[in-house]
């Protein structure tokens, strides 16, 4: 039997029994004959597959690499999916899953009958925990004082966060040093002490006191004992989190009420330690499993053998060595890559390596690229892969000599050998028919049905494409894009149009018959758009008009995108479908949809039918498109239900975009609508691509999350991947790491550019090895994690009722932190509650994705929302995932606007506004500006340009431009927040105790929810609950 891992994501997909038996669990997008053999895909299988380039038969997809990896021979085609996965079998081969099962529904909040739980209350239960001694000092408390000197460059010091009930909440320390109760973590030599800021990081915690006992700070053993009990009871289980109701409050009322905010540990207060200690500074990425800064912190980075966190993050830097380990802690290996990633102009670019015809070198083996981790042996004219030790030749046009270390004497000149991300000029081997590629067209598909056009909606379109056409992107050196264009319209019926250069007129072509669509137009449809600007021009101006007079409100969608893969098809090139639409499709054609919202479903286990599409058309649709290359980004613009887990399909499996506009009104809306279209187009982007992820030995990617494609185990399609998307692939143990040798990962990209270049794109990244769990858990990144979790659990989605999901990821919490308390933090009493560093917020943040509309069971929330929330997260990297689940809260009334700095953040708690405050939030999708109804009015009137609070006008979505430090500042803020975004983020103005204001409250993520969810401190007493349970 092969090791199975641990417990993150089979929990989701039970059909996932043991790796290298079966297939992983692809088929859940509702189509069947995704685990079936690929019909006629053309992708070269040889270059990421593991045979030898060339030669592929397009029919067959790739076969798993021979050695690499050895089960991967076992994976049968031809598993069926379960679409609908029951109970996993008694016998079953993963008996770690066993908590994810739903049969595990009822079982919570009673440890007993989970199988892990129990399992893990065993292990805890031989182990003595109450040797806390009360003459220990608080954790905390000691040695507050100036921050020490800080090491730069090094990890973050293990610096748990304890919280220990019976203790009154002391003001919090200025420093985080090592009190009692902090680990003397094996492996803590680089501690960092003294992190500058005034809040604690080993926070201060005061769960619930026992009501008239007197607290004093000093822990007392009486204190635990009747705390303990409490702690212990667990009636409760995840507050808020369960159907029915708003949040419940997580212990006796009295419990909770007394908890400071102020003393649980703050995401704030992280991610300002992290800028102090790491920001602006210089981040080499030469050594082996080091933690970077994270994702809010700016710095430049320097490729030095690794690739850059801007391309991938770990949910842990140092895996665990053995399988046993990892399902001891739980925690899941992953890795976020995003292969596109934008790099800041003062980082160097990618370089580009050209072997000419003899390609890039690669393992014979594993078909590895030549990387830093490949090591030359016999005076160079052999070497050894670093990933499955294989001992090649070094191809003739490839040698060099080694210097006195054994290293090649041109290692410095060869981005390969000495850098963690390059690129490759690929071979004809690796085109498709061995032949290069065509370069990419644009197509753009515009609603013209009667609402449309009256709202002037097809007339903002026509206009800005005008502009938006001259920014088509270009490769650096070109003088002019190689994109070419073309253009539908369609309501029920699609309008081709030639525009062909010579031609005086723009030429429409109708075509009637939905159901089987075809091109009627191959010379003149996909054009160079410099030279035929002026029929294009043409084209534009004529279009609002041509359809002035329809009164057609039906639509149909599937066709248009199917007509859109035709004529990508036909011109044999890969491209991108921008479609803009508005309605429910319910012309009769292929993909003809029905309004089947049903709130009724809300908190069964019919649930997920909601997030389900409604036919399989848009699925094999999808797979067509992924199969030619061709991406569809899609603009909605609905008044209502559209069915968005329908038609946001193919755009999430073709790594397009969706873009969603609610009740656009045209002097509202239009500006959002524009950035997003304007952005899109000129975004980075590679087509037709192939991702591949090789490992060392030991362990391998089992699972995929994005807007990605698979038929097969290990090869990642996607029709194109741009600069924001990013892939999350989970890893697990085949065997055991070895510490000294690390655990590598290179992930390849086959893609052709804008261009119409093929190349590979490499990013190779090593990380540690520990038999130490305190090694693992020092190295974890909480951001990278929550992206994990919130794309395991939006998968999850599909198959499992919300109640189940929600209670996986409460355990999986518990778990994780019940591991570390037991093996890494020194002996206390066991009603503490004690935080590792590296997750001190991950309570927080988990509460964050629990309370998120996707798994929160409500019927407030539209059911098109939900879908769309869904179908976003899938494709986040780890910066956006953040910001989204935790969103940046920024006091403008304390603005110093003599400072281009933001100012710091505030938590996003009700309790942080003020009346005479105003406060910005952002969170990726949305920004608001709140203003207290006591708002200084000089702020007032230097942002709006009006005397007082009454006279603002919320009727607005840009701030206007007035001639002052305040609105100049504020502006600039917002422009910096929105600066590095893939959504363009619409502003609403709330004042504070009107209506828009419980929209805004939703986002104020450390309280209760207005619609159900627990507040951050009554998820934290759940946890601790849970917690306790496990070490009893
Ligand atoms: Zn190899």
């Avoid at 989970?730 to 390849?748: P, R, T, V």
């Avoid at 570390?820 to 066991?830: D, E, L, W």
Wanted: hydrophobic fraction near 35%; glycine fraction near 8%.
């Amino acid at each position: 039997m092969s090791q199975q891992g641990y417990v993150a994501t089979p929990p989701y997909s039970q059909s996932q029994p043991g790796i290298g038996l079966s297939p992983p669990h692809y088929g859940h997008y509702g189509d069947p004959s995704h685990a079936g053999s690929p019909p006629g895909m053309m992708k070269p299988a040889g270059p990421l597959g593991a045979a030898a380039p060339g030669g592929m038969s397009p029919q067959v997809p790739s076969p798993p690499g021979p050695h690499q990896f050895g089960q991967n021979g076992a994976h049968p085609q031809g598993h069926p999916p379960q679409r609908f996965p029951g109970p996993p079998p008694v016998n079953s081969a993963a008996p770690s899953y066993a908590p994810y099962s739903p049969s595990t529904q009822s079982s919570y909040p009673s440890p007993a009958s989970t199988a892990s739980v129990t399992q893990l209350a065993s292990q805890l239960n031989a182990m003595h925990i109450n040797s806390y001694g009360s003459g220990m000092a608080l954790p905390g408390q000691g040695l507050p004082g100036p921050p020490a000197p800080l090491f730069q460059g090094l990890p973050r010091p293990p610096q748990p966060s304890i919280m220990q009930p019976g203790s009154q909440v002391l003001p919090p320390p200025p420093t985080a040093l090592n009190g009692p109760g902090v680990s003397p973590l094996p492996s803590s030599t680089h501690r960092q002490d003294g992190l500058p800021g005034p809040a604690p990081l080993n926070a201060q915690y005061q769960p619930p006191p026992i009501p008239g006992q007197t607290l004093g700070t000093g822990y007392s053993p009486q204190q635990a004992a009747s705390y303990g009990p409490q702690m212990a009871g667990g009636q409760l289980s995840y507050p808020g989190g369960f159907p029915g109701g708003p949040a419940q409050m997580a212990g006796p009322p009295q419990l909770q009420k007394k908890l400071d905010p102020d003393s649980i540990p703050s995401p704030i207060q992280v991610i300002e330690n992290d800028r102090a200690t790491r920001g602006g500074q210089v981040y080499a990425t030469n050594s082996r499993g080091q933690v970077p800064p994270l994702v809010t912190t700016d710095c430049v980075i320097q490729d030095q053998g690794n690739a850059s966190p801007r391309y991938i993050r770990c949910t842990t830097y140092c895996f665990p060595c053995t399988s046993d380990m990892a399902k001891q802690a739980q925690i899941p290996l992953a890795a976020v890559i995003k292969p596109f990633a934008t790099i800041p102009s003062n980082e160097t670019p990618l370089y580009l390596v050209n072997h000419g015809e003899n390609g890039p070198v690669r393992c014979n083996r594993c078909k590895a690229y030549m990387c830093p981790f490949m090591q030359f042996i016999e005076g160079g004219r052999r070497y050894q892969c670093g990933f499955c030790n294989c001992v090649n030749d070094v191809p003739p046009f490839y040698f060099q000599h080694l210097d006195h270390i054994g290293r090649r004497l041109d290692h410095y000149e060869k981005p390969e050998l000495s850098l963690g991300s390059y690129e490759y000029v690929a071979t004809l081997d690796y085109c498709r028919k061995n032949k290069p590629p065509n370069p990419p067209a644009f197509i753009f598909m515009i609603d013209v049905s009667y609402s449309n056009i009256k709202n002037g909606l097809v007339k903002l379109i026509c206009e800005e494409l005008k502009t938006v056409l001259e920014k088509l992107p270009k490769e650096e050196q070109e003088e002019t894009s190689a994109i070419r264009v073309g253009f539908i319209t369609y309501n029920k019926v699609l309008h081709f149009f030639n525009v062909k250069s010579n031609l005086a007129q723009p030429q429409m072509m109708v075509v009637t018959d939905v159901g089987e669509v075809f091109v009627p137009l191959l010379d003149g449809f996909l054009v160079n758009y410099q030279e035929s600007q002026s029929v294009i021009h043409n084209l534009l101006d004529q279009i609002p008009e041509m359809f002035a007079d329809s009164n057609e409100n039906e639509t149909v969608f599937a066709p248009v995108i199917q007509a859109g893969m035709e004529a990508l098809k036909a011109a044999d090139c890969p491209g991108k479908l921008f479609i803009f639409h508005s309605s429910l499709p319910t012309a009769e054609a292929p993909g003809k949809l029905k309004n089947r919202d049903d709130k009724k479903l809300i908190n069964t286990d019919k649930e997920k039918v909601l997030f389900q599409p409604q036919t399989n058309v848009y699925d094999s649709l999808a797979k067509d498109c992924v199969a030619h290359g061709c991406c569809v980004t899609l603009f909605l613009f609905p008044s209502q239900y559209v069915d968005v887990a329908s038609l946001g399909l193919v755009p999430q499996l073709t790594g397009g975009t969706l873009y969603k506009y609610n009740n656009f009104q045209m002097h509202m809306d239009s500006q959002q609508f524009l950035n997003d279209l304007r952005n899109d187009i000129e975004k980075k982007i590679g087509f037709d691509a192939i991702m591949r992820i090789r490992t060392s030995t030991g362990f391998r990617a089992t699972d995929f999350f994005g807007g990605i494609f698979m038929n097969n185990t290990t090869d990642v399609e996607m029709a194109a991947i741009d600069c924001d998307k990013a892939v999350t692939v989970e890893f697990k143990h085949d065997d055991k790491l070895a510490e000294d040798s690390g655990a590598l990962i290179q992930c390849a990209v086959l893609y052709t550019t804008i261009g119409g270049q093929r190349r590979l794109r490499i990013h190779n990244l090593s990380l540690n090895c520990s038999s130490q769990l305190a090694d693992l858990y020092k190295s974890c990144e909480t951001d990278a994690l929550i992206n994990f979790f919130a794309k395991s659990a939006f998968k999850a989605v599909l198959h499992q009722p919300l109640k189940v999901i929600r209670e996986i990821l409460v355990n999986q919490t518990a778990h994780m932190l019940a591991c570390y308390r037991k093996n890494c933090a020194s002996p206390s009493a066991a009603s503490q509650l004690i935080l590792p560093d590296s997750m001190k917020v991950l309570p927080v943040y988990m509460n964050c994705l629990l309370k998120n509309c996707v798994l929160l069971s409500r019927p407030e929330i539209s059911t098109d929302e939900r879908a769309y929330q869904r179908q976003l997260v899938m494709t986040m990297g780890v910066a956006d995932s953040q910001l989204f689940f935790y969103p940046q809260l920024l006091p403008i009334h304390t603005l110093d606007v003599k400072s281009t700095a933001l100012p710091t953040a505030i938590r996003c708690s009700e309790s942080r506004l003020s009346e005479e405050g105003i406060f910005l939030l952002a969170n990726g999708l949305n920004m608001f500006l709140w203003l207290g109804v006591s708002s200084p009015p000089e702020l007032i009137q230097g942002i709006f340009n009006v005397p007082s609070f009454a006279h603002i006008n919320t009727d607005m979505t840009t701030l206007p431009e007035v001639g002052n430090p305040y609105s100049q500042t504020l502006r600039m803020i917002m422009s910096i927040i929105q600066q590095k975004r893939p959504y363009s983020m619409k502003l609403t103005i709330v004042k504070q105790r009107e209506q828009p204001e419980m929209v805004f409250r939703q986002f104020l993520v450390e309280d209760k929810g207005l619609y159900g969810g627990s507040s951050y401190v009554d998820f934290l007493c759940c946890v601790h609950k849970e917690i306790c349970q496990l070490l009893n």
